[in-house]
């Protein structure tokens, strides 16, 4: 048997190079678990705050590409008018009685507001989700991380847990 001897180390202690590639490898595997769950509610909180009722399904890609970003489905009440969206977000329909001409208007009114609402809404949730992404992939934030967990390194920012 042969018995090898490993210096840890904490996070602190470590060369900002060997601090620099533990935290890359943390963000390289981080799956960002907290990331749906969080801008679930912060989507029913805004929806809430805007007046609007209603259950949503939320559609995100926070890639850091092109075409990323956030949209919602579902059917919402606004205002006492009724609005299905759907495809994404790329459908929004208003539901009203047609033969009502003086209340056709003020509906079309109405539907340009909450359409206006929606992409505010979208893009206050895609926000919200960089926000966190970008904290939960500081060094700040990893610091803590290891200081609540217990982590140690090798010399070279190699996690090891045993």
Request: proline content about 0%; glycine content about 4%.
């Amino acid at each position: 048997m042969k018995t090898t001897q490993i210096n840890l180390y904490e996070f602190d202690e470590l060369s900002e190079d060997a601090k620099s590639k533990a935290l890359n490898n943390h963000n390289e595997n981080n799956d960002y678990y907290f990331l749906e769950e969080n801008l679930n509610e912060y989507l029913r909180q805004l929806l809430e705050d805007n007046g609007i009722k209603g259950d949503a399904k939320l559609y995100y890609d926070l890639s850091y590409s092109q075409g990323d970003g956030v949209n919602f489905e579902g059917n919402f009440e606004y205002k006492n008018i009724y609005f299905d969206i759907s495809q994404e977000g790329r459908c929004i329909e208003a539901q009203f009685d047609e033969d009502d001409e003086l209340k056709n208007d003020l509906i079309e009114v109405i539907e340009q507001d909450f359409k206006e609402i929606y992409a505010t809404i979208c893009d206050s949730v895609k926000k919200n989700g960089y926000s966190e992404i970008e904290y939960e992939q500081s060094e700040e934030n990893f610091k803590e991380l290891c200081e609540c967990n217990e982590y140690t390194f090798e010399i070279d920012g190699t996690m090891r847990n045993f």
